[in-house]
């Protein structure tokens, strides 16, 4: 079945520093969306990607779509200690159907 | 302001007990989704429903049933809970296909002792 998988699992950062996490999928995806949850808090949505190549920027976060839609980052610069989560990609794929499949996320510690 | 509701924010049940888990969503989504979420794996889908009285099992369905007789509401069941069903639950909807993004409820705790 579809998989996704993402590195590294914990990121320690100095805050001020850039980081980067990387989402892997199995199959090929139709589109792929990230979410943050906030400690003691639930997913929320950031942003969704659907072309093949694509980057999009909010603020200090670049998203990238690989071109065989199978990969993406996520690019985090100047890292504040808002930034502190757990970060996760997500995905459909045609062949799952409507089935969203979750990594295992990327959870990020600040240090000031 | 969209929302998802889940019944109970934290539960605590014997082993061996039904245990039913609702979720309610505001916004006419077709799809919605049942997840448990455990230190260090993730978010791991459960069952998922595109549409009333469907489901489709997830990739960890052992141990759960669900209930979708109306749009608005997904019901996880736990026919006879065990300790290793311990777990941050949630729940989340969306569009089909991911037309938009999911939208998850507040999250269940559920300490089965």
């Known amino acids: 079945g579809q998989q996704v998988m993402q590195i590294p699992q914990y990121q320690h950062v100095q805050e001020g520093e850039d980081f980067t996490t990387y989402c892997n999928s199995s199959?090929?995806?139709?589109?792929i969306q990230w979410y943050k949850q906030r400690p003691g808090g639930h997913p929320v949505f950031l942003i969704q990607?659907?072309?093949?190549?694509e980057v999009k920027k909010q603020k200090r976060l670049t998203f990238q779509f690989g071109e065989a839609k199978k990969n993406s980052s996520l690019h985090i610069t100047a890292t504040q200690t808002t930034d502190v989560g757990t970060y996760f990609c997500?995905?459909?794929?045609?062949?799952?159907?409507?089935?969203?499949?979750f990594g295992g996320g990327t959870r990020v510690l600040v240090k000031p | 302001d969209v929302k998802v509701t889940q019944s109970s924010r934290y539960l605590v049940k014997r082993t061996g007990e039904k245990v039913f888990l609702e979720c309610v969503q505001d916004?006419?989504?077709?799809?919605m989704f049942w997840y448990r979420q455990d230190p260090g794996l993730g978010l791991r889908l459960i069952y998922f429903?595109?549409?009333?009285?469907?489901?489709e099992k997830g990739d960890i369905p052992e141990g759960y049933s669900v209930s979708r007789e109306k749009k608005e509401r997904f019901s996880l069941i736990l026919e006879s809970a065990s300790t290793n069903q311990t777990s941050m639950y949630l729940c989340?909807?969306?569009?089909?296909?991911?037309?938009?993004?999911?939208?998850f409820g507040q999250g269940t705790r559920l300490t089965v002792v």
């Open positions: 989340a909807s969306s569009t089909p296909q991911g037309i938009t993004e999911a939208f």
């Open positions: 199959t090929t995806l139709s589109n």
């Open positions: 990607l659907v072309k093949s190549g």
């Open positions: 997500a995905g459909y794929s045609k062949a799952a159907g409507n089935k969203l499949t």
């Open positions: 916004m006419d989504h077709e799809n």
């Open positions: 429903s595109y549409d009333v009285k469907m489901k």
